[in-house]
């Protein structure tokens, strides 16, 4: 009996992937911190993240044509600026995006234009030269967002904005105190179907 039991089981959730849309999206974008890491002796002098690419992809499944879900990751190449008594000093940095979020499409998905918004947890990861001595070098973040699609047969061409809001020690490397960061990601891919849809 407990045989049947999970073999029923077993061709009900695939029977429930197989009726999913899934779809991988490669990913351009520009990375854009908002905010000074710190602020030092002087009004002047502050550390700071400077905007960079960023390149990455994202996995999505879609339930209906409104409701998704979509897990992405991004590297972006940056540069850590360091400016202190008016000397400017910079140093290689690295970050490493993730993100879950819940994708709701206003207008459906699958018409010629789509407009969507999202929400859902980031993490920041933190690393290269500016980074090598921190001992805290990943913060989770939330992550709010819209964007608007295209559709160009089979394919779809999607460009949005997210914001990742976040409180960070990590983000200082001159004091220990915690500050609310708020950064922009502006992105645009390429989404490609398979799973046979």
């Known amino acids: 009996m407990k045989t049947v039991s999970l073999c029923t089981a077993a061709l009900t959730l695939a029977s429930t992937l197989q009726a999913q849309h899934l779809s991988f999206s490669p990913e351009i974008g520009f990375y854009v911190p908002t905010e000074k890491l710190s602020k030092l ?5 502050f550390s700071q993240i400077e905007a960079g690419p960023s390149f990455g992809a994202r996995i999505g499944i879609w339930f209906s044509r409104r409701i998704g879900l979509e897990t992405s990751g991004a590297y972006v190449p940056s540069t850590f600026k360091l400016s202190s008594n008016n000397t400017i000093t910079k140093q290689d940095a690295k970050l490493f995006l993730g993100s879950g ?6 207008l459906p998905r699958t018409g010629l234009l789509t407009v969507f918004l999202d929400g859902g947890v980031g ?13 805290d070098k990943t913060d989770v973040s939330g992550v709010f967002g819209a964007g608007a699609g295209l559709r160009l047969g089979p394919l779809a061409l999607t460009g949005g904005a997210e914001l990742f809001n976040y409180s960070s020690a990590s983000a200082s490397t001159t004091t220990g105190e915690s500050k609310t960061q708020r950064d922009v990601r502006f992105k645009l891919g390429f989404g490609i179907p398979f799973g046979g849809h």
Do not use: C, E, K, N
Request: overall charge neutral.
């Open 123 to 135: 993490m920041i990861r933190r690393g290269g030269a500016a980074y090598a001595d921190a001992t």
């Open 101 to 106: 979020q819940l994708v709701v499409f206003l």
């Open 41 to 45: 002796t002087t009004a002047s002098d």
